[in-house]
Nanobody, 124 residues
């Protein structure tokens, strides 16, 4: 069992930046991939970004060029949110997969482990 805890969400103004943190109960080096998803009220959960064990990262079109996913110490995965827009407001979830997977880690069904989420609110 893997536990994930997100933090860092808060209310900010458009154009500002935030850094979200996902703390895992296991070393990130033991995960196949870790991702961030987000869900706004009344909308489906949306994939934001993924980082793989080999360091590769992928981003959704809505955040490409503004957000960055990276891993710091042994068990943290971060999401840097820059140039925030009101449409970025959502609950942000961290998700992880341990077992091998040959496909791209962008779909919710790929991830068995999820955090409880952290709220990001961006005001215009």
């Amino acid at each position: 069992q893997v536990e994930l805890v997100e933090s860092g969400g808060e209310s900010v103004q458009a154009g500002e930046s935030l850094r979200l943190s996902c703390e895992s109960s296991i070393y990130t080096s033991n995960t196949r991939c870790t991702a961030w998803f987000r869900q706004a009220p009344g909308k489906e959960r949306e994939w934001v970004a993924t980082i793989y064990t080999d360091g590769r990262s992928e981003y959704g079109d809505a955040v490409k060029g503004r957000f960055a996913i990276f891993q710091g110490n042994a068990n943290h995965t971060f999401l840097q949110l820059n140039s925030l827009k009101p449409e970025d407001s959502a609950i942000y979830y961290c998700a992880a997969r341990i077992s091998a997977y040959e496909g791209s880690c962008q779909k919710q069904y790929v991830f068995p482990y999820w955090g409880q989420g952290t709220q990001v609110t961006v005001s215009s």
